[in-house]
């Protein structure tokens, strides 16, 4: 979701759009203008195609943004804080915090799907209520085809895989059976990875018989089988990382340098003695100014690196994922986002006090294993 751009609020809730999302409505609107609509209502100008495939492009957007609206406001309802809801070309994605029980998160789960189905039919009463009392055919046409779009999302998105909603209403039951959300996450997210294989598997036989369309299926499975993938990891993390807080995570003393010495005394002085590939930045006052990453000292040409400071080509500290010691691990992990992501700083008041990477996070979930601790 790199490549999202913010677009406003939505119940409060920052929306963000994906580039991919005004690819979606040309496909759609083409798809709909030059042929659903024509086969429909034939004999009408190309520019009264265009326009309505367009509105029904457009129309679409808006029900998958009353789709995950539907999940925001009813996760809020029930205590969790929504942070953003993200629209591009596979449907939409609302962050939110963890719910606090099952009966919550089923909810939660079900409030999209049921949304999409009363948009759907809605949509295809209304469309043939036109089409029957008014004679407006063509934007009951529209209407017909976006009602029989949001009916079909809503019927795929209760299929029983993660990331889908019928993955996370199979999550909320096992939890609410078993009492184990953990076990919950990775029965839900195994089914995210079947169901993306199958998709890809029917999406390639098809392309192989000469339909196209196949491709959209393989990526949509693609999709699914991705994040399920990532979902059953964190699942197996979580655990791991329980009750556990960022000190205990961190490697300290933090590796510093100090952020006006040139690119080259830092590379003489620090960088060739350090354990680390990345290091803390200070300033005059000793206080965390930003992280640099080494590998990029790499890429600056010797002919540079005497008239470079360090802080030019460093994270600044605003834009890096900072905690204190005691915050809980998990919840640090939580909050790390596309921009902000590890390694994150540990500060204790204005001193840095370690710092967490990657391999941190590993060794921990290894140890956890060794003991073995982690549920089957």
């Known amino acids: 979701m790199n490549g999202s751009v913010r677009m406003g609020r939505v119940l409060g809730v920052p929306l963000r759009v994906h580039w991919s999302v005004p690819l979606l409505v040309m496909l759609f609107g083409y798809s709909l203008g030059s042929r659903t609509l024509p086969a429909r209502v034939p004999d009408q100008s190309s520019a009264v195609y265009t326009l309505a495939g367009l509105v029904g492009a457009l129309l679409l957007v808006v029900s998958l943004l009353a789709h995950e609206a539907a999940h925001a406001l009813t996760a809020r309802r029930k205590g969790s804080q929504v942070q953003s809801i993200t ?114 598997a029917v999406g390639w036989i098809a392309v192989l018989r000469g339909a196209l369309s196949g491709l959209w299926l393989a990526l949509i499975g693609f999709f699914v089988m991705i994040v399920a993938s990532g979902e059953r990891r964190r699942a197996t993390l979580t655990p791991a990382l329980r009750g556990l807080r960022a000190a205990d995570a961190m490697t300290s003393p933090v590796e510093t340098c100090q952020d006006w010495l040139n690119v080259q005394r830092c590379v003489d002085e620090v960088a060739v003695r350090t354990r680390h590939s990345t290091l803390a930045l200070i300033d005059f006052e000793g206080r965390p100014s930003g992280l640099l990453h080494l590998p990029r000292l790499a890429r600056i040409p010797a002919s540079e690196r005497e008239t470079t400071r360090v802080r030019d080509v460093a994270t600044p500290l605003s834009k890096c994922a900072t905690c204190a010691p005691d915050d809980l691990l998990e919840d640090v992990l939580e909050g790390l986002t596309p921009g902000r992501g590890l390694p994150v700083l540990v500060t204790d008041g204005q001193q840095p006090a370690g710092i967490i990477t990657a391999h941190d996070i590993s060794r921990i979930v290894q140890r956890h294993a060794l003991r073995g601790t982690e549920s089957p």
């Open 87 to 200: 629209l591009w070309a596979l449907g939409g994605m609302t962050e939110m915090g963890k719910l606090r029980t099952a009966g919550s998160a089923f909810v939660v789960a079900a409030s999209g799907p049921l949304t999409s189905l009363v948009i759907g039919a809605v949509a295809v009463g209304t469309g043939i209520g036109l089409d029957t009392v008014s004679g407006w055919s063509m934007p009951a046409a529209v209407l017909l085809w976006l009602g029989w779009v949001n009916l079909v999302l809503a019927v795929f998105n209760l299929l029983p895989a993660a990331p889908l909603d019928g993955g996370r209403i199979v999550q909320a039951l096992v939890w609410w059976r078993t009492g184990d959300q953990d076990r919950a996450e990775r029965a839900a997210a195994r089914g995210g990875q079947i169901l993306g294989f199958l998709l890809i």
